[in-house]
């Protein structure tokens, strides 16, 4: 059993920069992704970023692609996801998410989310 935590959503004027953390209840094996959805009202679930554990490869939306980064700390069992040049479209809920096996797209382990709010 994995449990995921995430932290550091907030309210932010457009332009501005949030960095998220997801925790980790264990550490990341080589055989692990890890990725950050996001919900906003009235639409679903959107892949954000995903990290590949064995070679750091990533992988970004192209609504996110030159402004948010992700990153991972395994001594930490923590993932980051910084945000910069936020825009008002980027206002979700933001999910972290754990994929055992990385050569399967599934994602097997969810946090409970973090809201972040852009105004412009």
């Known amino acids: 059993q994995v449990q995921l935590v995430e932290s550091g959503g907030g309210s932010v004027q457009a332009g501005g920069s949030l960095r998220l953390s997801c925790a980790s209840s264990v550490r990341f094996f080589s055989s692990y992704a890890m990725g950050w959805f996001r919900q906003a009202p009235g639409k679903e679930r959107e892949f954000v970023a995903s990290?590949?554990?064995?070679?750091?490869?990533?992988d970004y939306a192209n609504s996110v692609k030159g402004r948010f980064t992700i990153s991972g700390d395994n001594a930490k069992n923590t993932v980051y996801l910084q945000m910069n040049s936020l825009k008002p479209e980027d206002t979700a809920v933001y999910y972290c998410?754990?994929?055992?096996?990385?050569?399967?797209?599934?994602?097997?382990?969810w946090g409970q989310g973090t809201q972040v709010t852009v105004s412009s």
């Open positions: 990290i590949r554990w064995r070679d750091s490869s990533t």
């Open positions: 998410a754990a994929n055992l096996d990385a050569r399967s797209p599934r994602y097997d382990y």
